[in-house]
T-cell receptor, first 112, second 115 residues
């Protein structure tokens, strides 16, 4: 079946550091790939998505590229801020019935 | 006002009690979902509904039941709660008619503790 594996956390960085959170997936067919973010005490929010190979999703300075050859969708940001502290989830959605499968989440803490 | 609301936000109950978690949405979406979040395990799908008459089991439906009372309302019930159902529960919606039909929108969650 479909599955998503994320980089183990927690991750702690200093402000303005470069961020990478690794995500790899196993799926049949051509899934869509997502990064969701969960701020403290809140529900999940869509951060970015990509729907086909070589697509790049981007939002709020975060980027991720759909790499079919390596089955990966790594999240990157060039300069993190304290406000980026949250839990980040990688997920995939198959084409039908479009159910989301989540990775285990990575807790990110940014220190000033 | 939030598009997807969940009540209650926090609940403490005892083993064996029946409990219902409610989800309402104003987004007009046909599809609704219930997930459970446990530390270190991400979110797991409990049930999903593609319209009022279409309800499907997810990965971990045992011990849970659902009711889709209307397009806007989707309730999750624990008939006889047990401690290992202590978790954070999320409701989500999606709209199959849009180009981003695969994107889901989440409520703020209900933290349930079963003693």
């Amino acid at each position: 079946g479909n599955s998503v594996t994320q980089m183990e956390g927690p991750v702690t960085l200093s402000e303005e550091a470069f961020l990478t959170i690794n995500c790899t997936y196993t799926a049949t067919g051509y899934p869509s790939l997502f990064w969701y973010v969960q701020y403290p005490g809140e529900g999940l929010q869509l951060l970015l998505k990509a729907t086909k190979a070589d697509d790049k999703g981007s939002n709020k300075g975060f980027e991720a590229t759909y790499r079919k050859e390596t089955t990966s969708f790594h999240l990157e940001k060039g300069s993190v801020q304290v406000s980026d502290s949250a839990v980040y989830f990688c997920a995939l959605s198959d084409q039908w019935p479009q159910k989301l499968v989540f990775g285990q989440g990575t807790r990110l803490t940014i220190n000033p | 006002d939030a598009d997807v609301t969940q009540t209650p936000r926090n609940r403490i109950t005892k083993t064996g009690k029946r409990i219902m978690l409610e989800c309402s949405q104003t987004k007009g979406h046909d599809r609704m979902y219930w997930y459970r979040q446990d530390p270190g395990l991400g979110l797991q799908l409990i049930y999903y509904s593609f319209d009022v008459k279409d309800i499907n089991k997810g990965e971990i439906s045992d011990g849970y039941s659902v009711s889709r009372q209307a397009q806007a309302k989707f309730s999750l019930s624990l008939e006889s709660a047990i401690p290992n159902q202590t978790a954070l529960y999320f409701c989500a919606t999606s709209d199959p008619g849009q180009s981003n039909a695969d994107t889901q929108y989440f409520g703020p969650g209900t933290r349930l503790t079963v003693l």
